[in-house]
């Protein structure tokens, strides 16, 4: 436990990738294959469910800590990190715990879960009094389930590789699903994690369900005439759903999401038709709710209930009726085909969903469950001029924008640029200018600051002479402002500060920003009526009066232009 | 009536016609300590202490002074008065006042720990204590100041073996003589900002001890290589940055208590290093006073103010102008200009 402790605090204190780099390898070479299993599962994204209810463990830790509740939670707002908090608030340790990480999340964190408060009081007190800041920030980020770290799985594959000698393309293939939780990380697991490659195994003897890691698409923002030669890129639309992996082996299939999430039985409309494709196969695509005979998928919202209701009713299903989006194939016949030019792939893809098609349509309706499976298909272009033209109808055709795939692109592992490109091509976002009118304290790098955003519209044009305008919030947002500029907008909010409710204030409407955001919607349950989705800062408007923001017909008018898409 | 009450112009001491730290300019004032929040240009008159004299000079220039020395008092219209070592920086102090049997102390800023560079902090009994807030959360628990500078030596000492620049951004007035005092100068050469060295001259010049330090100017980029360089937190980022090629940069403040604080300024280091009271040095010095009304001015005021009155004490507060300049230290240093990506 110090010592992942003292890794944590070590990657938490650099920005610098070498240095991260350094302290993971450090680790690695020391830490005993049981911890390391586990460092991994944490490093890589894993997360075990919270062993206390929150609220149960702020006031533990008021208490421990001789606090009332109230300055407990003065303390939070003004940290912004509920174990970091904690950390700082304890008494002294009265000692230390030599137990390793393995030993602590097996023995204790885990069983932590279900506990009487009684209980909890008296074994998180002993914890507590075993460990030194570094420790109990760690241990509590553990318990609160809120663990998490600025390292990219790929750096941690990368100082696996270093340690111990294994190409790192290895690490990273048998590194998936290492966060599924079916399984608890151990020691075995570990090692099989490591060990140098033995022809005669391969990792899916262990796991047939296992998918690929995903090939990840880099931003493109510039105008796609510099990308030389047309005809060596394939488009395609990018689709506004969930990524996933079809995997079906061994007569069984399995959906996994991005996030290495085992999704198939949240999705049976695709696992059905998944069964019908032949062994050894594995498709890449997208998750997208789409109902039968529209021209275009459901907005994204649609798919919420999919995603987080703990039973998928016959209503949800009826409500959003999901379909996959396939556009590659990295296994076929159980062969890896990822080393293959992504032109090859597509029409082998192609090949494999046409024939699947007919020897469905004999006795389905084209209607019929083949339409849960479609190809993506690849947009015919001449010029970039006419794929720019093409990009800009994005919007009314319920997609993000375009993707664009270099014919020769190998599949490669996650963000890598080295097995060719792929290029996601976004539609700019709708925007508004609106001014800020309340502030919270962030959390994280924003702790302490009034970085937590509400902006307002108008209601009504605040010009025209019938009545006074109102301020009316339609969106939160903190993302989008340099440090300096987010350091200035905290002192405007301390300084015109109008009314505390508690963490929130309320200021003077005075400052403009220009929000983005990626969708919008008619919400009864929003003051303003309107729901949008992903809004963030694009730019501090500091040439506009508040008098200048956007209205609520602004908002309305995009809301018709979504409508018609 | 209450011996001291805000004004517009600051706090003022009714009966005896003078202000404590007063933020506009008055006939009289007197003047806890020369950081810029509580001394301001244009007082007629001035009271110090004789320990502080020489920096509020160095920071006011030809200004009308009167220094006492600690302990000592004097009578402004029938209020007696005197200076009580606050343990902040160089010079500050706590001003007692006197009338008819009462006694009211203004803390100004202060700490407990000791720091060698300015005489330590004194308990003064009191009916009421005025007291800054600035760490007013249970949150702010300092490790002590050798603690800290060891820290500060093991990272200029790795620097140094790497023949990288250390630069540590610190407060000018007070952090900067702190850690110079406290450091091992067996490291490596010592070389401080424009804005330091006029403060550690007139530090010097009340004869506290300090190793030698140089202007930057006068370095080169060999001794620079292992050299410790202080500077100002307005210079991160600045220009001023681009004469060390190799460096591993820190900020040493209390603030760098929080994470988040710590990763927003984007440096390699952030050590703890305060001249204000933590939560348990504000409790001891709040309980030895032995106050039974406790009036809090900047920082962090309400909670402070909950906090003494759930104990039983009478609590409430003034409204100040102080403590900008500690949060300018951290949280809004409009002059660095820095981003998020560098």
Partial sequence: MKRFAALYSALDATTSTSAKLAALVEYFRA??????????????????????????????????????EWLFDEAYQAVGDLAETIAHIMPDALGTSDLGLADWIETRVLALRGLSPETLRVRLGEYWDQLDWGGRFLLTKLISGGFRVGVSRQLVIRALAEVVGVDHKKIAQRMVGWTDARHMPDAARYLQLVAAPDPNVSHLDHDPGLPYPFFLAQPWQQSADTLGDPAKWIAEWKWDGIRGQIVKRGGQVWLWSRGEELLTERFPEIAAIAALLPDGTVLDGEIIAWRAGDDKPLPFAAMQPRITRKTVTRKILDDAPAVFIAYDLLEYEGIDLREQP??????????????????????????????????SHELPFDSWGALETLQRSSRARGVEGLMLKERSARYGTGRTRSSGLWLKWKVDPYTADAVLIYAQRGHGRRASLYTDFTFAVWDRNPAAPEGQAVLVPFAKAYSGLTDAEMREVDAFVRKTTVEKFGPVRSVTPELVFEIGFEGIQLSPRHKSGIAVRFPRILRWRRDKPASEADTLGTLQGLLGEAAER | MDLVIARPEGLYCPSGDFYIDPWRPVERAVITHAHADHARWGHRHYLATRDGAGVLRARLGGIDLQALPYGETVDVNGVRISLHPAGHVLGSTQVRIESRGEVWVASGDYKVEPDPTCAPFEAVRCDTFITESTFGLPIYRWQSGDEIMTEIDAWWRTNAELGRTSILFCYAFGKAQRILAGVDQAIGPIFCHGAI??????????????????????????????????????????????????????????????????????????????????????????????????????????????????????????????????????????????????
């Fill in chain 2, 197 to 342: 060295e006029p403060l550690n001259r007139a530090y010097r010049a009340a004869g506290v001890v300090l190793p030698e330090t140089r202007a930057v100017p006068d370095g080169n980029a060999a001794e620079f290589k292992r050299a410790l360089v202080l500077a100002p937190p307005s210079a991160q980022g600045s220009p001023w940055m681009k004469r060390f090629p190799v460096y591993s940069d820190a900020f040493a403040s209390g603030w760098m208590r929080l994470r988040g604080a710590r990763r927003r300024r984007a440096l390699d280091r952030g050590f703890v290093l305060s001249d204000h009271a933590d939560w348990p040095g504000l409790q001891l010095a709040i309980d030895a006073s032995g106050a039974q009304r406790v009036i809090v001015t900047h920082g962090q005021v309400a909670p402070m103010v909950r906090w003494l009155e759930e104990k039983g004490l009478r609590a409430g507060a003034f409204e100040t102008e102080y403590g900008d300049e500690e949060l300018g230290a951290d949280t809004a240093p409009d002059d660095s200009g820095k981003s998020a990506s560098s």
């Fill in chain 1, 31 to 68: 830490a005993p294959a049981r911890d390391a299993a586990w460092a991994v599962y944490f490093l890589a994204g894993g997360k075990p469910r919270q062993s206390v209810p929150t609220r149960l463990l702020r006031t533990l830790a008021a208490e421990r800590a001789g606090l009332p």
């Fill in chain 1, 342 to 375: 992504q032109s090859e792939r597509r029409a082998r893809l192609a090949e494999l969903l046409t024939a699947l098609r007919a020897e469905l349509l004999g006795d389905l309706l084209p209607t019929g469950p083949h339409a849960v499976l479609r190809l």
